[in-house]
């Protein structure tokens, strides 16, 4: 059973594999580094998260206490103003954050219909740069080159981090199915790289293991 899931996908842009550009793996898993300017590639669930996760400090314990939530987004929990808001204090992010994607309609569109608006809602808070229609020259010691609406743009960040998508992870798969021995069967993201689910894979593997 191989179960192997995903690698990231590594798009095929000039510079690429220069020394500022970082994977959501590469940050999220592996805790690299990451400057206080930073460009996002792929403006999907995976940025949108990898957006939040960059512009909060990481030295502040989360969750958060309600207290500090309710200041942020303008609640008044004794109610004493008009209809329990009062003015919200602005948060302070720890990063400039660029959120980039090559589709020309709204970041953020694909996000889930009930709590799409909150993960929108916070990076705009957080002072977010979004941007659609990106074509992605080069990137380079100077920064990542763009052109958006025909107007060519320098970004001059300290990190790139690629959340742009992943490939299945198949590398113990036979490249053709075995005449003999054991046979090969796969699940989870190893089988299917996109819209990753744990409940997916979970059913995968518990369906297999009742047919087998």
């Known amino acids: 059973m191989v179960a ?21 793996l590469d ?21 949108f998260d990898m957006g939040e996760f960059l512009v909060h400090d990481p030295h502040v314990v989360l969750p958060v206490p309600a207290a500090h939530w309710m200041q942020e987004w303008g609640v008044d929990p004794l109610v004493v103003s008009p209809g329990g808001l009062q003015a919200p204090v602005p948060p302070q992010p720890a990063r400039q954050v660029w959120l980039l994607q090559r589709k020309t309609t709204r970041p953020g569109a694909g996000l889930g219909k009930t709590s799409g608006w909150v993960h929108r809602a916070t990076l705009v808070r957080n002072g977010v740069t979004m941007l659609a229609g990106v074509q992605y020259d ?20 300290d990190n790139v981090v690629i959340c742009a998508g992943q490939e299945s ?4 798969m036979p490249a053709e199915g075995p005449t003999h021995g054991p046979r090969f069967h796969k699940i989870g993201g190893a089988a299917l790289a996109a819209e990753l689910d744990a ?14």
């Open 169 to 172: 992870l198949v590398e113990l």
């Open 4 to 24: 192997t899931g995903i690698r990231t996908r590594k798009p095929a842009i000039p510079g690429i594999d220069h020394p500022k550009v970082l994977s959501y």
């Open 138 to 157: 080069r990137i380079d010691d100077a920064g990542l080159h763009i052109t958006v609406g025909g107007e060519q743009r320098l970004l001059e960040v």
């Open 27 to 47: 940050v999220l898993r592996d805790g690299r580094p990451v400057g206080q300017r930073v460009a996002i590639i792929g403006a999907g669930g995976i940025g």
């Open 199 to 212: 409940k997916r894979a979970i059913r995968e593997g518990a369906e297999l293991a009742a047919r087998l």
